[in-house]
């Protein structure tokens, strides 16, 4: 009776996980190919009804249309501009909170704190990012939307009760784990030597975090901003309860505002007959908005591979 040797059932066993592997790899790329195709072949049918140049460039969003031909409808506007700028107004203020916290937060665990100290606030700080959105959504909505509104009208300012500035700064906070863990991750794996030489020439530990670990890091730390701003982009729950779902076509921190994704939502939730424009342009929007994404993702991932520095 033939028995395989020790080395034969090691070689059987690698071809077998190298071929799970590669089935879950093909699995995962023809999910996306196929996500891809179905929101390019549904805009192509979009924009047979919709002018591409008055969805890109339209500035008025309200995709009211009839759904069958004997039902009075609206003629439907599809302008994206307004969402777009919801979205890039909503996200900028997110960036602008979680940034500097982010990043402040990152050097200090890395660089500062004590390892009893970073072993109890690293979890706490990441415990933020295992809150569900829905609940960040709730304290948007009941208690930083009436303290912005509040404050507002105390100095005289006119405050919309759902604002673009409550989404952003809640969403702020939620991305706050994200920038920190990225960029504590960077920044401990510039290599000790830099530190050990910037020291031997006398230069103080801020000294050589401003001049020598952060430019080392900067490359890392800049495609984690970017990767943390297509999770803003991205992000539904907190614009749906906290910022509305009016597409007011301003820059104004303290109005109403929505994104695309909170649009996409609304289009296709509940019963709808996909062959309307107003039913399609859910996929117009999502094809928008998944090329913005991989614009950012492509920029973060070119970043960190031209200016990455190696190290023996």
Known sequence: MYVPSAKARRVAVEKTV????????????FTTIGIVLSLIFESIRFFQAVPITDFLFGLEWSPQTAIRDDQV???????????????????????????????????????????????????????????????????AALVVAPLIRNSGEGIGLDVSSESALAAGLVMGVMIIPIVSSLADDVI?????????????????????????????????????????????????????????????????????????????????????EFDSPKTLSAFALGLLLFIITLFFNVIALRTVKKYREQYD
């Open 73 to 139: 409808g609206g003629s439907g506007a599809f302008g994206a501009v307004p969402l777009l700028l919801g979205t890039a107004l909503i996200s900028t203020i997110a960036m602008t909170v979680a940034a500097p916290v982010g990043l402040l937060s990152a050097v200090y665990l890395a660089e500062y704190a004590l390892p009893a100290v970073r072993n109890i606030v690293k979890p706490v700080l990441e415990i933020l990012a295992g809150i569900p959105t829905v609940v960040y959504g709730f304290f």
């Open 18 to 29: 190298m071929a799970l592997m590669i089935a879950c790899s093909t699995v995962a790329v």
């Open 188 to 272: 401990s794996a510039v290599p000790q030597s830099l530190r050990d030489g910037s020291y031997g020439l006398g230069a103080t530990k801020s000294e050589t975090v401003r001049k020598v670990i952060f430019p080392a890091a900067l490359p890392g730390i800049v495609g984690g901003l970017l990767l943390a701003t297509s999770r803003a982009i991205g992000e539904t729950m907190i614009v749906v309860m906290a910022a509305g779902l009016a597409a007011n076509l301003t820059v104004n921190p303290l109005q109403a505002v929505t994104t695309v994704t909170v649009q996409i939502v609304g289009l296709l939730t509940g019963d709808q």
